[in-house]
């Protein structure tokens, strides 16, 4: 396992700017069975630019990711891939905000809905991955170890990437949120705007030092950025700072009417 | 094969009490009135329903062919109590004076189940038996040629079923249809109208319309037989490459393509087990063979003692039976996709999305399509994969007062009840006017444990489809919190109650 791993070398962002290479290092046999896809044949999965320092390398084909219970990390995972042109499916999330998840950059057009994958989890999800790019899959059960490394399998076979929404104890990559604190939003004023996010990522092999970024997940209008370099760590105990981001020039006039914001009467406002 | 003009003209209602006349015209309940209707073809192949519970043929040949109105009567009414359905027959000159004939009450003492207890006319006074009364053992009622019109005279006025009338004839004086049809007939025309009209003609024992009867369908499907049962899937795949060619031809010939294709497989058991099948375009004999293959696999890996669940269905026994339903047609026009703009499927993603959906079920997989509305659940409009779909509220639209963006990640398809209170414990709400009783401060979903709220923002009063109160009306007021653990919430009033609608987490 480790050595076809090792056959897909991360790219390193400074190199290829996070566009997809040229496949001259996927697997011969990989590249001649990939002819009919939708992306170009290379041995890794493109992420938002806002994930490229958490990992410099995409995401592997072949991998398993674990982005534990945030559901709009695991969505803004799967984002890179669904905006080059991958096929995403995402199975067992029944309760997932499309809305959300067309806003962190996923093609909408291009996603399978499976809600309740059933006890034959497996056995779908091995049908998945053989014609999607990109699973997205929260078990419904834990998995045997011989279940679970028969789908690791599965998945270096196809050449996809799994993100596990959850634990997975096999994974490359897990990522997962330390902190969080909203913006916008003060006590019976404002409205949620964006959210601050410090996301660690720590795993295996190339992955094993943990890296930690601040991002904004979402930002204002729902796309996922990275928190500029001057506003890396947020002073402790001070709220938020909206106004790096600029949303104070957004106002409360372009939500439009309907939306009254503040223009409520209200007795007892914090 | 014409009648002579003004020679007597026959009608056999058939009434099944089992179907009120409530019953709505689809739906399962009328469904299974296609069992009587089937089985009143065999007599005749041109029924009319009229609705569940009544069809009518008409009587004048086949009484000829099976040797009289009461023995037909007889042998119709024996086929459908075989089915197990209690029924009664009536013969008369009109559709509607066989209808109420076979609704007479009291008249066959061989009927076992009386009629309805909810059917109106059941409770109407026994009419004076002016036609030929139904013989002993004869479930039903057959009125004599000629004989209509005084059949109907005792009957109520409320039978016509015309409420307006119900009403204004009694007031009027006229009781019973024998006064109503001594009117003359371009008075009656004068002063009601065109329904005053046609109830005139019912009333004199005349149909207010002819009889239209439904045309027997021809049967496209195919089907291929195993003898012995088929334990492997091979050859059954293979008679479904055949079977598939035949039924194509079929269609072909008549001009037709199919949208769906059921297939349906009967094991040595007896068991049914039956999926649609859809594609955009049309399915090749090769493309059917191939739903076929997907099709057992998926009952073979529900067959796995081990994986397989509770209530799913699994292949017992081997085949006996492939059958290929053709479904929704079409006329045969070819397909071409768009040159931009049509979203393209590549195979391998077709393909293994339709193996889910062999595993799972035809609306399991679905395809998201973004659509309009005010709630976070609303944008969104799930279509299963294959078929199209357009949002019922349009994207694209200003939707004033929807939820601004970052839109929620999680968005419960059912909202999840949830309690709000305040500092001391009570229940925060919010008056009609959206001014809050108190800051909220602890919010506990679905009976959790509870966490503080360290900011909130709201009430967003909503009050969507008024006009609508029966059906969609709604009044929110929605409330945005974020809570101790980081989260936050999208949360509403409604009723009282609090309901988290999203999370945004």
């Known amino acids: 396992m480790g050595a076809e791993i090792a056959q897909v070398t991360p790219l390193s962002p400074q190199q290829d700017g996070g566009q997809p290479r040229p496949a001259d290092r996927a697997r011969p046999a990989d590249r001649a069975r990939r002819g009919d896809g939708v992306l170009p044949d290379v041995g890794v999965l493109p992420v938002l630019p806002a994930l490229r320092e958490l990992l410099p390398g995409g995401l592997p084909r072949g991998s398993v990711v674990a982005a534990g219970d945030w559901s709009l990390l695991c969505l803004a995972l799967a984002a890179g891939a669904s905006l080059a042109g991958a096929w995403c499916a995402i199975a067992g999330l029944p309760a997932l905000g499309v809305a959300a998840a067309a806003g962190a950059g996923l093609d909408p057009g291009r996603l399978l809905l499976i809600a309740d994958p059933g006890a034959g989890w497996p056995h779908v999800l091995a049908s998945l991955l053989d014609g999607c790019d990109l699973v997205l899959l929260r078990p419904p059960s834990q998995p045997s170890a011989q279940v679970r490394r028969r789908l690791e399998a599965v998945t270096r076979r196809h050449g996809g990437v799994l993100v596990v929404a959850g634990d997975w104890a096999g994974a490359q990559c897990r990522l997962s949120v330390a902190r969080q604190e909203w913006a916008g939003i003060g006590t019976g004023h404002g409205r949620l705007r964006a959210r601050r996010v410090q996301v660690v990522a720590d795993g295996r092999g190339a992955a094993a030092r943990p890296l930690s970024r601040w991002l904004w997940l979402p930002g204002p209008d729902g796309a996922v950025t990275a928190v500029s370099a001057g506003h890396g760590e947020p002073e402790a105990g001070g709220g938020p700072d909206i106004g790096e981001l600029g949303i104070g020039e957004l106002g409360i006039g372009e939500l439009g009417i309907g939306w009254p914001g503040d223009a409520i009467p209200r007795r007892s406002a914090g | ?505």
């Not at chain 2, 019922?392 to 939707?399: E, N």
């Not at chain 2, 809050?436 to 489809?465: F, I, K």
């Open chain 2, 1 to 505: 094969m014409g009648r002579a003009r003004g020679a007597a003209r026959r009608v056999l209602a058939v009434w099944c009490p089992d179907w009120p006349p409530g019953t709505p015209d689809s739906g399962p309940e009328a469904r299974g009135f296609e069992q009587v209707v089937a089985a009143v073809e065999k007599f005749c192949p041109r029924v009319e329903v009229v609705r569940p519970g009544m069809c009518a043929i008409g009587a004048t040949g086949p009484a000829r062919y099976f040797g009289g109105e009461e023995s037909l009567a007889r042998k119709i009414t024996d086929a459908v109590t075989a089915l197990g359905f209690a029924c009664r027959a009536g013969v008369a000159d009109s559709l509607f004076a066989a209808q109420l004939a076979a609704q007479a009450p009291g008249l066959a003492p061989g009927l076992a189940s009386g009629p309805a207890p909810g059917s109106a006319h059941a409770a109407a006074p026994g009419p004076a038996r002016t036609g030929a009364p139904g013989r002993a053992g004869l479930p039903g009622l057959i009125v004599a040629p000629g004989g209509t019109r005084a059949f109907l005279a005792p009957y109520p006025v409320s039978v016509l079923d015309v409420p307006e009338f119900a009403d204004l004839l009694p007031r009027l004086g006229i009781w019973t249809l024998g006064d109503f049809a001594r009117l003359p007939a371009a008075e009656a025309a004068n002063r009601f109208g065109a329904p005053g009209k046609r109830a005139h003609r019912l009333a004199r024992g005349l149909d207010a319309r002819p009889l239209a009867p439904r045309q027997p369908s021809a049967d496209l499907s195919v089907h291929v037989d195993f003898d012995p049962p088929a334990d492997q899937a091979e050859p059954v795949i293979f008679a479904a490459k055949t079977a598939a060619e035949r039924m194509h031809a079929g269609l072909a010939a008549r001009g037709l393509a199919c949208v769906r294709v059921q297939v349906q497989a009967t094991c040595a058991d007896g068991q049914d087990i039956t999926r649609l099948w859809r594609h955009a375009g049309l399915l090749s004999a090769l493309a059917v063979a191939e739903r076929v293959r997907w099709q057992l696999d998926g009952w073979r890996a529900g067959r796995d003692p081990d994986e397989r669940s509770p209530g799913e269905t699994a292949l017992t026994g081997g085949i006996t039976r492939l059958r290929l339903v053709p479904d929704q047609l079409v006329r045969a026009e070819g397909r071409q996709l768009g040159l931009w703009g049509d979203a393209v499927i590549s195979d391998r993603v077709a393909r293994a999305a339709t193996r889910v959906q062999a595993m799972l079920g035809h609306a399991a997989v679905m395809r998201p399509v973004l659509a309009g509305g005010r709630d976070p659940a609303e944008q969104v409009t799930l279509v299963p994969f294959g078929d199209s779909g357009t949002p019922l509220l349009p994207a694209g639209r200003p939707w004033p007062g929807r939820i601004p963006a970052p839109a929620p990640a999680t968005v419960y398809p059912v909202p999840r009840p949830a309690r709000v209170t305040d500092d001391s414990g009570t229940t925060v709400t919010v008056t009609g006017r959206a001014v809050v009783s108190a800051p909220p401060a602890r919010l506990s979903a679905d009976g959790g444990p509870w966490l503080t709220v360290t900011a909130w923002a709201g009430p967003w009063p909503v009050n969507e489809r008024w006009w609508a109160a029966a059906v969609s009306a709604r009044r929110r007021a929605r409330f945005q919190l974020v809570t101790g653990d980081g989260n936050a919430w999208l949360a509403a009033v409604q009723d009282g109650g609090w309901l988290i609608e999203a999370s945004y987490d």
